[in-house]
């Protein structure tokens, strides 16, 4: 019998090595002044940026959940870094924290370089677009963990705030008014339901047509998530923000409340905004209930802001100006914490 290698027993070193040597530029493209070292290194170096007189590490982390599957059927593999940094850097920003630098860990079956490169690319556009560094990351081969072709994804943000302009809700009172910016369709949240309609119900592959959206399944449920992040940022810079939550898993329902005092309520008018025709192709086929339907995907919302209600039209405005579609869509009102949909269903 041969000598017993690693690389018999599922792990190839030299693989693994090829596709660092494929992720290091698109690494290195990212980098912020702030970055020290180079990729390679068992840690990654980062200064605070200048000009924060008591700054604040602000930190997050998350995956992409579900929709890796869309991508695995599609054998698609660059914009679900996307998702993986958007995940990540709209946690820290609704706190009022500017993303620094993002770390990535891909776990894999099979170390296969060209696919590794392709979800690293997605995760360098996708901090391109937050104006954040990624600093290093991990991939690790793991043969008897995954089926042939799949992975899994999980991503680290680290951001910065001005502790005194930390944004946590609790300035939040009746009257304020709730802004929503669209999201591109169903982000990164909901796809185990989404799944089971499109594949089981309707019975379609990533290749056909969804009836009424003229885009293929994989282009539709592959949509990468929106990176809120930059136009944010400048609204933030005038001050008039109270509160913002990241629209994900549990949508608006479940997302708001988490930045509202006890004693305030989000009211939300239905119809006040554009729905994505993915979530009434859902909801219509799946027969699921409006109700569930809110509290599973983000419905067209995949950011929303708390103002003061004087704001509230300048706010918009400044979004809109910057490359948002921004809507008003509801107030904050008296009330057990918690929100209620009012207006045509």
Known sequence: MDPLTYKQSGVDIEAAE????RIGPLAKSTFRP???GEIGAFAGFVKVPAGYREPVLVSST???GSKLKVAFLADRHDTVGIDL?????NDVLVHGAEPLFFLDYMAVGKVVPEKIEAVVRGVAEGCRQAGCSLVGGETAELPDFYA????????????VAERSRIIDGSTVTPGDRLIGLASSGLHSNGY????KVVFELMGLKVSDVLPGLGRTV?????TPTRIYVKPVLELLKAGPVRAMAHITGGGLTGNLPRVLPTGCKAVIERGAWT?????TLIRETGKIAEEEMFRTFNMGIGLSLVVAREHADHCRALLTSLGETAWIIGEIQAGSRGVEYVGAR
């Open 18 to 21: 090829a596709a660092i040597r």
């Open 34 to 36: 702030e970055v020290l």
């Open 62 to 64: 998350d995956g992409v």
């Open 85 to 89: 940094v958007a995940m990540g850097v």
């Open 148 to 159: 042939p072709g799949e992975y899994d994804l999980a991503g680290f943000c680290v951001g």
């Open 192 to 195: 185990s339901l989404a799944r």
């Open 218 to 222: 994989a282009d539709v449920l592959l």
């Open 275 to 279: 729905v994505p025709p993915i979530f």
